[in-house]
């Protein structure tokens, strides 16, 4: 095979992870260790974060016409990238490059750039769009909106039959 056959294949391959994500995650990690790196490609395959890294120009190709194309040019030096394939938790890369940040000696990782929902954000967003719900704590939060004011209703109503039928007594 030949290089320009492999560079296509990377390219192809890149870019059919990138349709299929739900966000990116851009990170220089300029200065990590092998072992730190390894670290964070565990953390990711868990959280179903896939993990790339790539030559700028083939990381370029493979994002145009994607909807990641926006974060084109924040592809500079030696870039992570972490797609977010899980449907039930879309910003899963910014979670897992987060909680990898917290660690001391994991803070030569740099967040370039997050993108999310169409929108390129800059690393300084990192941890808001961390803390984002996933799929079943936003249902749940919504759920637990809609269920308040029919207990309200609920014990309101208890109270006054209770109030009558004490009354009455």
């Given at each position: ?22 966000s990116l995650v851009l990170s220089e990690y300029h200065g990590l260790t092998v072992a730190q790196i390894t670290s964070l490609r ?94 079943e704590e936003a249902i749940s939060m919504f759920l637990a909106v809609l269920k308040a004011p029919v207990q309200k209703l609920a ?15």
């Amino acid at each position: 095979m030949s290089s320009l056959q492999s560079k296509q294949e990377v390219v192809q391959e890149v870019n059919g992870v990138a349709n299929g994500a739900h966000s990116l995650v851009l990170s220089e990690y300029h200065g990590l260790t092998v072992a730190q790196i390894t670290s964070l490609r565990n953390a990711a395959r868990s959280a179903n974060v896939d993990i790339r890294v790539v030559k700028n120009t083939l990381a370029r190709l493979a994002l145009k016409d994607t909807q990641f194309e926006d974060a084109i040019p924040s592809l500079v030096g030696p870039i992570i990238m972490a797609f977010s394939m899980s449907e039930e938790d879309p910003v899963a890369g910014a979670r897992v490059i987060h909680t990898f940040l917290k660690e001391k000696a994991n803070e030569k990782l740099v967040v370039k750039a997050i993108a999310h929902d169409g929108e390129v954000h800059d690393g300084s967003a990192l941890k808001a769009i961390a803390s984002l719900p996933t799929k079943e704590e936003a249902i749940s939060m919504f759920l637990a909106v809609l269920k308040a004011p029919v207990q309200k209703l609920a014990a309101t109503l208890a109270s006054v039959r209770d109030k009558k039928e004490a009354e009455a007594a």
